[in-house]
T-cell receptor, first 114, second 112 residues
C-alpha cells in the first residue's frame, strides 16, 4: 500500500511569490490535514479537508489556503510568501471512520523563502 | 496557549536502558493520545496511541501510560536502541474528530 506522497520535496521561492504544494493520501483515506513545522514550534495545524470540504482550520493568515479534489488529493497554496513561511510542510491522511485516528504523514515539502 | 507540552527538549539515554518521555496536556476534553517518532528530513511516523478509557497500552518495546487526573502521559522505551534516536512528538485529539494537537517534541539520543 503506497504511503502519503508529497511533491515537491524541496522548494526555494523568493519573497512575494506564491507556491502550491501537493499531497496524495493513502488510497481509501478521505481526510487530509496539513501541518507546518518550524524549529522550536513543533507541528502546527493548518487545515483539514474531508470529502472536498474544509472541516477544520488552524490559526494561520488567509495567505494560506488549500483544497481537496474528488480523488482526495489535496493542494496547499501560500500567496505573498514571507521569510517566516520557511518551514517543513507536512501532509497527513487518515481513514476517519471512527475506529482509528492515527494520521499517516508524508515526508514533507521543505520550503525555503529567500 | 500550548495545550500539549513536552517540557524536555532533549534526553540522552544509554543503549539498553529505559527511555521515558513525558507529555502534559491542559485540555480535559482530549480523550485520545498518540506518540509519533520523527527522523530528520522525514515525516512523523505513528508509534503508539492510547484512549482515555485505558491507563496503559503496550506494543513491543513501547509502552504508553496515561494519568488522566494529572493530565500526564509518558512513553517508555525498553530497552532503548541507537535506532530509537529521533524526535518524539506527543499529540492529542478529541474523539478523533478534531485536529491533532502536537507538543514541540523531545529529541532522544540513545548512546551506544
Amino acid at each position: 500500500k503506497a504511503g502519503v506522497t508529497q511533491t515537491p520535496r524541496y522548494l526555494i521561492k523568493t519573497r512575494g511569490q506564491q507556491v502550491t504544494l501537493s499531497c496524495s493520501p493513502i488510497s481509501g483515506h478521505r481526510s487530509v490535514s496539513w501541518y507546518q513545522q518550524t524549529p522550536g514550534q513543533g507541528l502546527q495545524f493548518l487545515f483539514e479537508y474531508f470529502s472536498e470540504t474544509q472541516r477544520n482550520k488552524g490559526n494561520f493568515p488567509g495567505r494560506f489556503s488549500g483544497r481537496q479534489f474528488s480523488n482526495s488529493r489535496s493542494e496547499m497554496n501560500v500567496s505573498t510568501l514571507e521569510l517566516g513561511d520557511s518551514a517543513l510542510y507536512l501532509c497527513a491522511s487518515s481513514l476517519v471512520d471512527g475506529t482509528g485516528t492515527e494520521a499517516f504523514f508524508g515526508q514533507g515539502t521543505r520550503l525555503t523563502v529567500v | 496557549d500550548q495545550q500539549v507540552k513536552q517540557n524536555s527538549p532533549s534526553l540522552s539515554v544509554q543503549e539498553g536502558r529505559i527511555s521515558i518521555l513525558n507529555c502534559d496536556y491542559t485540555n480535559s476534553m482530549f480523550d485520545y493520545f498518540l506518540w509519533y517518532k520523527k527522523y530528520p528530513a522525514e515525516g512523523p511516523t505513528f508509534l503508539i496511541s492510547i484512549s482515555s478509557i485505558k491507563d496503559k497500552n503496550e506494543d513491543g518495546r513501547f509502552t504508553v501510560f496515561l494519568n488522566k487526573s494529572a493530565k500526564h502521559l509518558s512513553l517508555h522505551i525498553v530497552p532503548s536502541q541507537p535506532g530509537d534516536s529521533a524526535v518524539y512528538f506527543c499529540a492529542a485529539t478529541i474523539s478523533g474528530n478534531t485536529p491533532l494537537v502536537f507538543g514541540k517534541g523531545t529529541r532522544l539520543s540513545v548512546i551506544a
